[in-house]
């Protein structure tokens, strides 16, 4: 089974700051690739999917890119409500599996 | 409006049996990948199990031979029969619209199950 491998498992960053969490496949899974994002004690919510294209709804601070094996979210202006745990997911075949996840914090 | 509700979780004992719900409204249950996700207290999110329209199912390692996903068309409710509970089953099980080409883009609320004694 392919697994999915996030870093850093948490980063404290100031507000403004830019975020760059990575999501490492161990085979390649073309563009299927999708971002969540969990605020504590809340539903998890899709920000990106296809590697790169955004929610409807979600701001444009956030982005994804990467292909193959090599994925990033982007945050280009942490704000106060970005605090979140954010998770990849290969969606190409089964198992659908997840990262382990990135907190993100404020400094 | 898309609406997913799950049900039926609660308290069960090792070794017992749940069986949850997930009542779908605003798009047909028979025409998507429909999938259960978990997480256990303080860990992250695990895929679980995934209905395709077609009616094929597939499951997790962890549960494989103990959790069955299916549907009821009519209902338009997808379920997760859970049987030979382990302490490490305890999590909020999530009903998700998605499976393999589809990310997750409609989620329930959740539901909680723990396994104790």
């Known amino acids: 089974d392919i697994q999915m491998t996030q870093s850093p498992s948490s980063l404290s960053a100031s507000v403004g700051d830019r975020v760059t969490i990575t999501c490492r496949a161990s085979?390649?899974?073309?563009?299927?690739l999708a971002w969540y994002q969990q605020k504590p004690g809340k539903v998890p919510k899709l920000l990106i999917y296809?590697?790169?294209t955004l929610q409807s709804g979600v701001p444009s601070r956030f982005s994804g890119s990467g292909s193959g094996t090599d994925f990033t979210l982007t945050i280009s202006s942490l704000q106060p409500e970005d605090v979140a745990t954010y998770y990849c997911?290969?969606?190409?075949?089964?198992?659908?599996?997840f990262g382990g996840g990135t907190k993100v914090e404020i400094k | 409006e898309v609406q997913l509700v799950e049900s039926g979780g609660g308290l069960v004992q090792p070794g017992g049996s749940l069986r949850l719900s997930c009542a779908v409204s605003?798009?047909?249950?028979?025409?998507?990948?429909m999938s259960w996700v978990r997480q256990a207290p303080g860990k992250g999110l695990e895929w679980v199990s995934v209905?395709?329209?077609?009616?094929?199912?597939y499951d997790a390692d962890s549960v494989k031979g103990r959790c069955t996903i299916s549907r009821h068309n009519s209902k338009n409710t997808v379920y997760l029969q859970m049987n030979s509970l382990r302490v490490e089953d305890t999590a909020v099980y999530y009903c998700?619209?998605?499976?393999?080409?589809?990310?997750?883009?409609?989620w329930g609320q959740g539901t909680t199950v723990i396994v104790s004694s």
């Open positions: 998700a619209r998605g499976g393999p080409g589809s990310s997750y883009a409609s």
């Open positions: 605003g798009f047909s249950v028979s025409t998507n990948y």
């Open positions: 209905i395709y329209s077609g009616g094929n199912t």
């Open positions: 085979q390649g899974i073309s563009n299927y």
């Open positions: 296809t590697a790169s």
């Open positions: 997911q290969k969606y190409n075949s089964v198992p659908l599996t």
